[in-house]
């Protein structure tokens, strides 16, 4: 059991990559985070970023080197494991291939590299276009 101190000030999440910790820390009920994205992204998109999610979980799971310290779901600070599966998915989603590569090796065994590295491409598409539409929402928008 690892017993650590987690006061991150400072640390600047985007939308997206906050969406995937709180996906982290409610992964045994699913079920709000998915309709509050069927609400803003649509069912299809929705149910891919889901699937996405549930097969890089496996993955970690399955291929993992060790398990990610996962926070409770009320906590204020963000864990190093949390953030760094939060980068992780928007490197994968942004086509920053070199950057996601190196940072899988990390994660899981070399057999699940490239499926992980597809999962969280999968994960993160629809997360990233949730933001692009909040930004298309945004009042300060200037079209």
Known sequence: MRHEHFE???????????????????????????AELAANIGDARAAQAIDGFLQVLAMLGQHGW????????????????????????????????????????????????LPLVEAGTRLGLPLLCEECRDRLRCPLTFQ
């Open 8 to 34: 991150r000030s400072g640390v600047a999440l985007r939308p997206p990559e906050w969406r995937i910790v709180r996906m982290l820390r409610t992964r045994d009920d699913i079920g709000p985070i998915e």
């Open 66 to 113: 060790n398990a990610p310290l996962i926070l409770r779901p009320g906590a204020r600070s963000v864990s190093d494991d949390e953030l760094n599966l939060a980068r992780f998915v928007l490197h994968c989603a942004e086509q920053d291939r070199d950057t996601a590569t190196a940072e899988a090796m990390m994660l899981v065994a070399p057999q699940a590299i």
